[in-house]
Each structure stands twice: as C-alpha cells, then as structure tokens.
C-alpha cells in the first residue's frame, strides 16, 4: 500500500477510536446538559471515578477487563444518584456561575480523594490476551484494543439510538429537551427522567474512564484534564443532542489525531481551533437549537 | 393646565436630583475603605521578611479585581482570564529577554495595552455569545495561546520559562532587594492606582449600565443601551488590568513560564473573588488575601489536603454563602443590628 493512503487510513482509524472514546464519555453530559441545562464539570470526575474503579477490581481483585468495565459503570451511575438528588438538584434554578463552581469544587474534592488513595503516578490496566497485538483485517493489521474501542462505540451508538428514537422513555427524554414546561404539563415526570437520564450519563462517562486507562494511562487529574474535551464536544455538537454529539466526536476526533499526526508540536492545538471556528458559525452547536 | 404642567416638572426635577445624589453619593469616601490600605502597609511592617509573598497576595488581589469588573458587574461568566495574566507576563518577560527591554515601568504600560487590545478583539467576537458557548470559547482562546506559545518554544521558552530575567531599579534608582520590599511598595501603588480608577468606573452611569446589563440584557436592550459596546469596553479595561497585574508577576518573580495560561490560573481567580465576594470591589481583597493565605500554609501541609479543602470550600460557598465573605459578614452585622433594635 502507498505510503500516503497508509498514513491516511492510520489516521482515520485512530481518529475513529478517539471519537468513540469522546461520544461514550461525553454523551452523558450532553444530554444532562440539555434537559436541565446544568453546567456539569464533575462529569470528568464520574470518568475517573470508574477507571480507578476498573483498576481495583482488575488488579486487587482479578476480576476481568471486561466484566470490570460493566461492574464499574453500574456502580458509578448508582453513586451518581445521590450527588444529584442532594447537591445538584438545589442549583437547577441557580446561575450557570453557580453551577461551575459547586460543580469544580466537586471535582477537585474527588481529585484529591483519589490522590490520597491510589497517589498520582499514573495506573494501568491488565488486558486479556485478545486485546493485545494486532488485529489482521485482510488488507492490513490494526491495534485489537482501538478496534474493540470501536467496536464497543458502534454497539453503544446502536443502542442509544434504538433507545432514544423508539422507546418510550427516549421519546420523553427528547420531549423534555424540546421543551421542558409543555413535557412537565402533559404529564412527564421531568425530575425522575433527569435522575434516570444523569445516572445513565455518569455510567457511560465511567465507562469510557475505564476503557482511556490504556489509551492515556490514568492519573486523578484525569478528572480536570479531559473534562475540557467533553465540554468541548457537547459545545460543538449542541446541547441534548445525540446526532450531534456523535458528530462532533468523530470531527474533533479525527481532527486532533490528523494534527497530532502530521505537526506533532502543534499538538492540542488543532482540536481548539476548529472549536472556536464552529462555535462563532453555530454557536449552539451543529444540532443545537439557537 | 400651566401649573400641573410645571408641578410635574418640579416633581421630575426632583427625581432627577435623587438620582444624582445616589450616584454621586455612591463615589464618596467611607472610612471603611481605609482598612484594606492599612492592613497591607500593616504588614509591610510587621512580616518584613514575608514580602515576597506579599506582593504575590497583591497581584492575586489586582487579578482579582479585573475579574470582579468583568464577572461582579457585568455579568461575564468566563474561564478564560489567564489569557490577559498571561499576555501581559510574556509581554514584559519577552520583551525582556529577547529585546533587552528591561524598564518595569513602561513595561507595564505595553503589557496593558497589549492585554487589552487583546481583550478587544477577542470580547468583539465572543461577547455576542452566552452561557455554555462562552465559557468554552473563552476557554479555547486561553488554551489556543497556551498551545501557539508551546509551538514557537524557541521564542517563548516553554514549560521550562524565559532564563534569567533581570529588570532595570524602579525610577532609576530603586533596585530589587533579596526580601522584596521594593516590589511590594510598587505593587501597592500600581494597586492603588489601578482601585482609584476601577472604582470610578464602577460608580459611574457606565458602571451602573453594566450593572444593568448584568441584571436584564433584554430590558437594557429595550431602552437602548448599547449592550456589546458595553461589555466589549469593559471587557478591554478588564484584560488590560489583568495585564498588568501579569506584568508584575514576571516582573516580581524575574520568571515566567507557559504555565500562566493554565486553566487552573482562571479557576484560581475566579474562587478568590467567589470567596470574597463578587460585585463589591473589596471582594477581590478579602478574597484573594484570604485564599493566598490559606495555601500558603495547606499546601505546605499537604498540596492533597489543600485541594480537598478548596473544592469543600467552593461547594460551601455555593450552598451556604453565595456572596461571599463579604456577604456574610453584611448578613451578620444586619441580623446583630436587628437584634439590638427592639
């Protein structure tokens, strides 16, 4: 194969992967974020939690990969639910000033907690022997563990697409997106949706914490870190929008891993750029009601 | 029908008068004011040898109150702050160590100009956005400087900072001193300078139109106040201070590295004015010298438990004192004063 098409397709794989990474971890988010419009910066922290989480159960307790990512997602998205009915149910009403601040502090509470339990250097995961090495597709190898990366995004796309689109409760959801008042007077309880809605975010986003650990290692701050990344998708996809999301994770995927690709020192740069550019065009995002 | 007419004239001049007295009364002196002045010339007297820290506590104090013109009256919520503390500290570091330009002074005036003609620019296409979309274009912007002065390392040193900078003695004459005595003095009065003309600001019709924006964009739109021009003025008179308050942190340090930008240095400003509280101009003192303070001694402690402390903080706030120390201590003193009454 020709050394440029090579690179090309490298580059799209490994955008590809990147974005599932950023859809599964951030889709949470955007959608809370539509049905309250609560500016949530401890989502990172649901993320970080789950990894350490994945990495307890893998290496204290030899559970496997696999079954630890979907034990960590559950409890995290269960742990979420307090944290929504006591603290973030109080500043629904509050200014997105507000929001930002309980929201950090929570953040860097966790930070800290995490520090002092696992300290800052960063923590790896045992992999089972099917995701490591390469993964022969005819035509040429690619790493198993970004392939199965994308393979567990498509299968959560499907799902939340089929969950969103035609089921009842996703009806809901969207319902109380379009118009949280109409949706609360024709008799959707619009409280017990968001809980629903935040626990199930909190879960995705501790899944992808688990499934980074070996794409970036994992260190508490991983917290503060990439939160601007998932903030930076929701922005650029629109807020509660599942299109959308997916959209601006594959875009700033892609994007980041070609400027890393191509102008190494240039590094975050690209990823920021086209942000700022897609903002000042749409600034609610691409699917983003104005 | 003359009479009526010329009663409710009086009766409009009258009005008017009030309104005048308030803003005017608003600008005079309290004794009160006098504390925060006392308290720092206090301490160049009592912890001599701590004035390194001091002029540290003062910038902190001077970013603050930038932030305070933008967020506290204006309503601009922004995570992007560092930007301007950082043009403003690569201005004086760069020119420094690469033009030989090593006069604090008029370093000073370039690194506000710069700052601020980069808050011009930049508040003329991001303050047309709101909520969410703001806060990460402001983000982006301080993020997006960060990464160009990490691409061109050759010029701006990088992480590892600009080398050796040395300034030239303030006026001429006076020099640094190993105990920083010199640059808490010029701290204090850059501070002082900088107050005076903030605090006219805020109490000027200008001010009191910001409040209003800050209050009710729509209805101060509806009588016709020119909403962007507003807030991108003010805005440039904010990114300039935070300039100079970056200034005078390279110049205090005789360093400066990329780290300026972080995201962090924003947050960091915005939780000593939430702290002190926001909209009342001393917020930024108490704040940012009670927040100073408190790390000094925790993280020496232990950096974990002074981030643990700060995000409990910040919730308690939220929850429990939404404006502040300041505010509380205004609750405290007016619920005392009910007491008393009866």
């Known amino acids: 194969m020709p050394h440029v098409a090579n690179i090309a397709v490298s580059v799209l794989f490994d ?32 993320a970080m939690c789950g990894g350490f989480f994945v990495v307890s159960l893998t290496r204290t307790l030899g559970v496997g990969f696999v079954p630890s990512l979907i034990i960590a997602s559950v409890a995290v998205g269960a742990i979420s639910v307090p944290f929504e009915r006591y603290l973030y149910r109080r500043l629904y009403k509050s200014t997105d000033l507000e929001q930002v601040l309980l929201t ?9 907690t995490f520090t002092y339990f696992y300290g800052p250097i960063p923590k790896s995961v045992p992999l089972p022997g099917w995701l490591q090495g390469d993964v022969n597709l005819g035509f040429r190898a690619f790493p198993s563990y970004r392939a199965f990366l994308i393979v567990v995004g498509a299968a959560l796309i499907a799902v939340l697409w089929y969950a969103f689109e035609r089921t009842n409760i996703g009806a809901k959801i969207r319902a109380a997106v379009d118009n949280r008042r109409m949706a609360e007077s024709v008799g959707i309880n619009v409280d017990r949706l968001f809980t629903l809605t935040f626990a199930l975010g909190s879960g995705l986003a501790a899944l992808g914490g688990g499934l980074a650990i070996q794409l970036f290692g994992l260190t508490p701050s991983f917290a503060v870190l990439y939160l601007v990344l998932f903030l930076i998708v929701v922005a650029v996809g629109g807020l509660g929008s599942l299109k959308g999301t997916l959209l601006a994770a594959l875009v700033l995927g892609v994007f980041d891993t070609a400027g890393k690709y191509l102008l190494a020192d240039a590094g975050g740069f690209f990823i920021y750029a086209v942000t700022v550019v897609v903002l000042l065009i749409k600034p609610a995002g691409f699917y983003g009601r104005e | 029908m003359g009479v009526s007419n010329s009663k409710s004239a009086t009766a409009g001049d009258a009005a008017r008068a009030r309104a005048a007295e308030y803003l005017l009364s608003r600008h005079r002196f309290r004794w009160a004011e006098a504390l925060p002045w006392l308290v720092a010339i ?27 013109l933008i967020l506290g009256y204006a309503g601009i919520v922004t995570l992007g702050h560092a930007a301007f503390f950082g043009i403003g500290a690569y201005t004086v570091g760069l020119a420094a160590a690469r033009l030989g330009w ?13 700052a601020g003609l980069a808050g011009l620019i930049s508040g003329w296409f991001l303050l047309r956005y709101r909520g969410l979309t703001l806060l990460m274009l402001t983000l982006a912007t301080a993020i997006m400087l960060q990464e160009t002065g990490n691409l061109r390392s050759d010029i701006s040193g990088g992480y590892d900072g600009l080398p050796g900078l040395s300034f030239d003695p303030l006026l001429g004459r006076f020099d640094y001193d190993l105990y920083g005595h010199t640059y808490f003095i010029y701290a204090l009065v850059v501070l002082g300078i900088i107050f005076y003309f903030v605090r006219r600001i805020v109490y000027s019709p200008f001010g009191q139109a910001l409040t209003g924006i800050r209050e009710n964009v729509r209805r101060m739109h509806a ?7 507003r807030l991108v003025t003010v805005y440039t008179i904010a990114a300039a201070i935070a300039g100079v308050a970056g200034a005078l942190f390279t110049q205090t340090n005789a360093y400066v590295t990329l780290t300026v930008f972080d995201f962090d240095n924003s947050a960091k400003v915005m939780v000593m004015l939430i702290l002190g509280g926001t909209g009342r101009l001393y917020g930024a003192f108490v704040g940012a010298t009670v927040y100073m303070v408190m790390e000094d001694y925790f993280s020496k402690l232990s950096p974990t438990f002074w981030q643990f402390g700060i995000g409990l903080l910040l919730v308690l706030v939220v929850l429990f004192a939404r404006r502040g120390v300041l505010g509380l201590i205004e609750s405290a003193g007016a619920s005392l004063a009910k007491r008393k009454k009866p």
């Open chain 1, 15 to 46: 955008g590809l992967a990147y974005a599932m990474f950023l859809f599964i971890t951030s889709v949470g988010l955007s959608v809370t974020m539509g049905l309250m419009g609560f500016v949530n910066l401890a989502h990172g922290a649901f």
């Open chain 1, 104 to 112: 950090i502090g929570l953040a860097f509470m966790s930070i800290a």
């Open chain 2, 223 to 229: 009588i016709g106040s020119p909403v962007h021009r």
């Open chain 2, 102 to 114: 090593s006069e604090p002074i008029t370093g000073l005036f370039a690194a506000a100009i710069l």
């Open chain 2, 42 to 68: 206090a301490a160049f007297f009592v912890f001599p040898e701590r004035m390194t820290f001091g002029s540290q506590v003062l910038i902190a104090v001077m970013f603050a109150l930038s932030l305070d």
